[in-house]
């Protein structure tokens, strides 16, 4: 398993929990983002500056996820990428993609973006609290110990 995290818009808090994590579990990560991101000094955990441009970020993770990877993501069509990859897909609020949900979440996207698209303004999410970075911490655990117990048998 390699975690991929979208990094230009993962909340600090959740890279630090996925920092802790992957050097518990003994897992490489890599950020991908369009700008320098800075990194705890490991050898387990890499920062990979995307070149400049629209989503150029997600899809150098699409491009190099594989089967049996984590991506970390709140972009959707990311994610559906991941999921068709054979990869896990879970965004920063504890909310893990699956091939049944992901379908009902492009639908959303795209609908809103419609809107958007004729001016009616929707918002964005709200803020991140306590509640959703226990949800991310829970969620990253459970993948992460499955992970172990596979990698052990």
Known sequence: MHIWVDADACPKVIKEIL??????VGVDMTLVANHAIPV???PRIKSLR????????DKLIA???????????????????ALAKGALALNPRGER???DTIRERLTMRDFLDTLR???IQTGGPPALNQADRMAFAKQLDQILSTWQRTREA
Do not use: K
Not at 50 to 57: C, S, T, V, Y
């Open 19 to 24: 920092f802790r994590a992957a050097e518990r």
């Open 40 to 42: 705890p000094p490991s």
């Open 50 to 57: 995307a070149p400049a441009g629209f989503d150029a970020a």
């Open 63 to 81: 491009e190099r996820a594989q089967a049996g990877d984590l991506v970390v993501t709140a972009d959707i069509p990311l994610a559906a990428d």
């Open 97 to 99: 993609y699956t091939p």
């Open 117 to 119: 698209g004729s001016g």
